[in-house]
């Protein structure tokens, strides 16, 4: 009521003018305790993985958690209705080191490969890939070797991003400071440095689902090939800077100059990993380092691309 009456004698002499300024503060200021309501949610009441009916359903606060799993650093964005609601950052990026904000970049594992996956098929709307042409039309300075498996049908964009190529190797564990770290061409044909097995059809493609990491790293050599790009660059034209996800890279290692910006890995202990993050060449697979509030923009990217959006980084058909 104070800030009303003391706006309402500034402005008493353009009283008409007076709900533009009070009723768009007033609302910012509610949607700003429901917002901070929901942030309390997150931190008290994380609850277990699984309820039984008529048995307690206790909640547990974040930083008890972080706590339990000997977590030093946590970072969380949250979408709602089509746009970035909050993301805030929790603990420190080491132990003794400085506190994780937003901007704190953390490595994605895994999770590049869905970014990888958006590239690629702006690549196929450029008609620069097709979904379904056996790779090795695309791919030139390394092919999939042939085998009994290739002859039956060929490896195909399609089946490495869904991971239905019949392609091994898993999936990859970097290497630690001071590792010498391979070419791309070694990770692909297991030769040393390289710590991972030979990236071969040991399928027929499309007759089943298993998880490859390996599939990446061809969808990697074939992005590379037809782009005339390093894997930085290239990701860097078609997905990070189209989608204002400005705080994540695929570099690796990454530059001196972002460390001091970078959340450290630690063990399942919380101590710290020796020589810190590692580096991993398999950059489609596993190169990607990014925000929580850079994520939400490309899944709003996605979801805006599904819907239709004009200017999108898909057609809708396409996404």
């Not at 009283?15 to 929901?38: E, G, T, W, Y």
């Not at 609601?85 to 490595?107: L, S």
């Not at 039309?137 to 490896?155: D, G, I, R």
């Amino acid at each position: 009521m104070l800030y009303v009456e003391v706006m309402h004698r500034c402005l008493r002499p353009l009283a008409p003018a007076l709900f533009i300024f009070i009723v768009p503060l007033a609302s910012a200021r509610a949607q700003n305790d429901a917002v901070a309501q929901k942030i309390n949610a997150v931190e008290n009441g994380l609850g277990p993985a699984l309820s039984v009916t008529g048995k307690p359903y206790p909640f547990r606060t974040l930083r008890s958690e972080m706590s339990r799993l000997h977590i030093p650093g946590v970072s969380v964005a949250v979408i709602h209705n089509g746009s970035v609601e909050w993301a805030k950052g929790y603990g420190v990026t080491y132990v003794g080191g400085r506190a994780v904000t937003p901007e704190t970049i953390f490595q994605a594992g895994s999770v590049s490969k869905p970014v990888a996956a958006l590239a690629a098929l702006r690549l196929v709307e450029q008609g620069r890939l097709s979904l379904d042409t056996d790779v090795n039309k695309y791919l030139e300075s390394w092919k999939v070797p042939s085998n009994e498996f290739t002859q039956h049908a060929p490896v195909t964009l399609r089946g490495l991003l869904s991971h239905t190529a019949g392609v091994s190797v898993h999936g990859f564990n970097g290497y630690s400071a001071g590792d010498s770290v391979p070419t791309l061409h070694q990770v692909l044909d297991g030769i040393r440095p390289a710590n991972s097995p030979p990236i071969r059809a040991i399928a027929v493609p499309g007759s089943a689902w298993s998880y490859s990491g390996g599939g990446y790293v061809v969808l990697q050599e074939m992005m590379m090939d037809v782009t005339g790009k390093s894997f930085p660059s290239l990701m860097q034209d078609l997905v990070l800077s189209p989608l204002a996800m400005n705080h994540s890279r695929f570099d690796q290692p990454l530059p001196t100059a972002l460390r001091n910006n970078a959340a450290s890995p630690h063990d399942a202990d919380g101590k710290p990993v020796a020589g810190g993050a590692h580096t991993y060449p398999e950059m489609a697979a596993a190169g990607l380092w990014t925000t929580p509030t850079d994520l939400a923009r490309y899944i709003i990217g996605v979801q805006h691309a599904r819907r239709g959006v004009a200017g999108s980084v898909l057609s809708k058909a396409m996404a």
